[in-house]
């Protein structure tokens, strides 16, 4: 792994039947980066972080995520990422503590960690009147806070989100963006992806994806600079279009 | 330490499981109280029995032994007396419309032919659309004339007659393992084994794809978990909940319908815990393989129906086409209702059932490797 990369990306493609979801993509993620992975809908960037996460094999190409490999070595890369879906992944039907304790519990930490971990939890998140109850009762920002925290259980080096922050408000959008400076700091590395460029104004660097490729990537200024924008919204639009 | 950290990851899945199981307050009913009402409605009312044969007749002669002929029949239980018919136009007028099942007619000079030429001819008209219950009337029909047969030659023909020519045979038959020939003792430990079966076989087939259908799954995927702590830990609770859905419903057969349980009820669960696993393992296994609860649904009721008609439960395997019954070689509810009623009826043993038991275990195992197998975690 040369200085510090942990997520190394070569010629990555998937394809399904004649489709090509991904096509021919390289990258490198840095430890600690605020990666910010952008794309329109249907561009491929969820495809693409499926297979980063262990759970779609590559067609081609090669990846490696915290030095291990994904296609030979997807179990080892689920235990030092965490992952949050764009689909909500909490169970509705279980409280805030347990869903803790069922995912702490199936990554393997030890009862009293559980314990410790989830009591940190709701204090941090100050939910000690609603760990209790059912996680479908939730307001949709809290389920989101919720499922982030429960991502961080096992303490993963890579934190994977999937448009985290999709249809809640931009009060919370901002404390969401909070947690994960927090997370940051601490040296995880954050691989998101999202609609809204004003998030993406958030993060280290920046890949647009379109039609399955990568289009640009750099650090939002240098993107801006490059295309002489005001916003990465600009940037964003002027590269979809020119595709178009 | 490694054994007991996988041996923790399942307890964590199982006590999830049971925790939405009971948390779901419109399924626990459904799950509890509709298979106990299917048992009490069930076994009422399947039976095999021909009762309540709509019988008509059509007396031609009108005299004092063909009138007690047709007193024979008011007397049977079996037959339900309607009507006299004028005309056998009129009898099977009212046979195609469904009115009568069995018409006797009693031809003119019946009593005269009999008394002098000692023989005479019936006719009986049976409605043979349901086979087997034609037959069973036809049997009905001609124990009763036979009957009065050989009352009339007791009490009318004798004079004259060499009375050693009556031959008293009689066969007096002694049912074995249901002396009252009872149809709930036959059928109870048949239904049983439905219920636990569709309950099982049902919430199983629909958990899988439940979470896949509302994404938990894949949030599970990206876990380190291993396929094999996934299923078993989705078996156990089922497993459980088929158990004691089998002791509310053996409670349920004795107190409610007295029926004998003489076998061993360690043999009987330790066969029901096998069998279960294989109709779990099944049922994980249509999980997987698809994506909507409503087409594990269709694809279960598929195979259920296909078990249940084939069980030997409704109809006997041994009547069944050749092909047929190398088919029921794989249907694993045939064993359950084998094995049920000989244990509970017969009070069989471990040697009586092993075969069986084999066969089940091979089963279970081959149907929970393919649920494990089938089980992607990346597509």
């Known amino acids: 792994m040369k200085n510090g990369n942990i997520i190394h990306v070569k010629n990555l493609t998937k394809t399904f039947g004649d489709f090509t979801a991904v096509d021919n993509i390289s990258f490198q993620v840095g430890k600690g980066e605020v990666f910010g992975f952008l794309g329109a809908n249907g561009a491929g960037k969820t495809t693409a972080m499926k297979m980063l996460i262990g759970i779609s094999k590559p067609s081609s190409g090669e990846a490696q995520v915290a030095g291990f490999d994904v296609k030979s070595q997807a179990e080892k890369v689920k235990r030092s990422i965490g992952y949050m879906s764009q689909r909500f992944s909490l169970y509705n039907d279980l409280t805030i503590r347990e869903n803790i304790t069922f995912f702490g519990g199936i990554y393997g930490l030890k009862k009293s960690d559980i314990k410790t971990k989830s009591q940190n939890l709701i204090d941090e998140l100050d939910l000690h009147d609603e760990a209790d109850k059912l996680v479908g009762s939730l307001p949709l920002g809290w389920k989101q806070k919720v499922a982030f925290s429960v991502s961080l259980l096992h303490d993963p080096q890579i934190i ?66 490059k295309y002489k924008v005001e916003s990465m919204n600009q940037v964003f639009l002027k590269l979809a279009r020119n595709i178009e | 330490m490694i054994l007991e950290l996988k041996m923790n990851t399942i307890r964590y899945i199982i006590q999830k499981e049971f925790k939405q199981i009971f948390r779901n307050k419109a399924m626990l009913p459904i799950i509890f109280v509709l298979p106990l009402i299917q048992l009490a409605i069930l076994a009422n009312a399947a039976t095999f029995e021909v009762k309540n044969i709509k019988f008509g007749y059509i007396d031609n002669d009108k005299t004092s032994l063909s009138r007690e002929l047709i007193e024979k029949f ?29 018409v006797l007619e009693i031809p003119l000079h019946f009593e005269r032919n009999l008394l002098k030429e000692k023989k005479t001819d019936l006719s009986v008209r049976i409605n043979a659309i349901d086979g087997a219950a034609a037959g069973v009337e036809n049997v009905y029909v001609n124990r009763i004339v036979q009957q009065f047969n050989q009352k009339v030659r007791t009490e009318l023909l004798l004079v004259g ?24 003792t036959f059928m109870v430990p048949g239904i049983l084994v439905l219920l636990v079966t569709m309950i099982t076989l049902f919430l199983s087939g629909m958990n899988i794809v439940r979470e896949k259908e509302i994404g938990t799954l894949e949030q599970i995927n990206v876990t380190p978990i291993k396929k094999y702590q996934f299923i078993i830990g989705k078996l ?4 459980i909940l088929g158990l004691v859905l089998l002791t509310v419903g053996l409670i349920i057969a004795k107190l409610l319908f007295d029926i004998p349980i003489v076998g061993s009820i360690l043999l009987m669960y330790g066969y029901s815990i096998i069998y279960i696993l294989v109709i ?100």
């Open chain 2, 74 to 102: 008011n007397a049977s239980t079996y037959f339900n007396v309607l009507t006299d018919f004028p005309s056998h136009i009129i009898a099977d007028a009212d046979m195609l419309e469904g009115q009568v099942d069995v």
């Open chain 2, 161 to 184: 007659e060499n009375i050693n020519k009556l031959q008293n045979i009689a066969t007096i038959p002694s049912f074995w393992y249901n002396e009252t020939l009872n149809y709930k």
């Open chain 1, 160 to 225: 994977f989100l999937d448009e985290p922050t999709g249809g809640v408000d931009p009060i919370t959008r901002r404390k969401f963006w909070e947690m994960i400076y927090r997370e940051a700091h601490k040296g995880k590395t954050i691989f998101v992806t999202t609609h809204y460029m004003d998030e993406a104004e958030y993060c280290d660097r920046v890949s647009i994806m379109v039609a399955g490729k990568i289009e640009a990537l750099d650090t939002p200024k240098n993107l801006k600079e």
């Open chain 2, 280 to 379: 779990l393992g099944m049922g994980l296994f249509i999980s997987n393989f698809t994506d909507t609860q409503q087409q594990a649904m269709f694809i279960a009721w598929f195979f259920m129906v296909i078990f249940i008609l084939m069980s030997g439960l409704f109809t006997p395997i041994e009547s069944m086409p050749n092909w047929a019954q190398v088919l029921t070689e794989f249907n694993p509810i045939k064993y359950y209702v084998q094995v049920m009623r000989m244990v509970m009826l017969k009070g069989a043993g471990f040697s009586d059932i092993y075969q069986q038991l084999l066969k089940t275990l091979a089963y279970a195992l081959i149907m929970n490797a393919l649920a494990v197998y089938s089980y992607k975690k990346v597509t």
């Open chain 2, 236 to 239: 156990f609770p089922f497993l």
